[in-house]
């Protein structure tokens, strides 16, 4: 069974980090991008960042650019989110995805450019 899983996540205050994590299963990720995206009720799925296979390029919503980062270790085919500076407004559930082909941004900034989701972890920050 292909699954990623998400752990890290928490409530923690304004100013606070948390770290992400999402470990691949049945499958390896390693040739294909990853993602991280967040989803608040009510509101759409919105990107959060992408890396592409190898780690060389990253990509970061504008929201969260000198806040967060996004790595991965294809060996243990996991990728990890670095969420430091944290603001009530990144209130909300982040899954990771996988699968994602090609370099662009403008392609792995779209959920449809990922087969693969994880369930999600919720992430809460109180002010």
């Known amino acids: 069974q292909v699954q990623l899983v998400e752990s890290g996540g928490g409530s923690v205050q304004a100013g606070g980090s948390l770290r992400l994590s999402c470990v691949g299963s049945?499958?390896?990720?390693?040739?294909?991008?990853m993602g991280w995206f967040r989803q608040c009720p009510g509101k759409e799925r919105e990107f959060v960042a992408a890396?592409?296979?190898?780690?060389?390029?990253?990509y970061y919503a504008d929201s969260v650019k000198g806040r967060f980062s996004i790595s991965r270790d294809n060996a243990k085919n996991t990728v990890y989110l670095q969420m430091n500076s944290l603001k009530p407004e990144d209130t909300a559930v982040y899954y990771c995805?996988?699968?994602?082909?090609?370099?662009?941004?403008?392609?792995?900034?779209?959920?449809?450019?990922?087969?693969?989701w994880g369930q999600g972890t919720q992430v809460t920050v109180s002010s």
């Open positions: 890396i592409t296979w190898s780690g060389e390029i990253t």
């Open positions: 995805a996988a699968g994602g082909l090609g370099f662009a941004r403008t392609t792995l900034i779209r959920p449809d450019t990922y087969d693969t």
């Open positions: 049945g499958r390896s990720f390693s040739t294909y991008a």
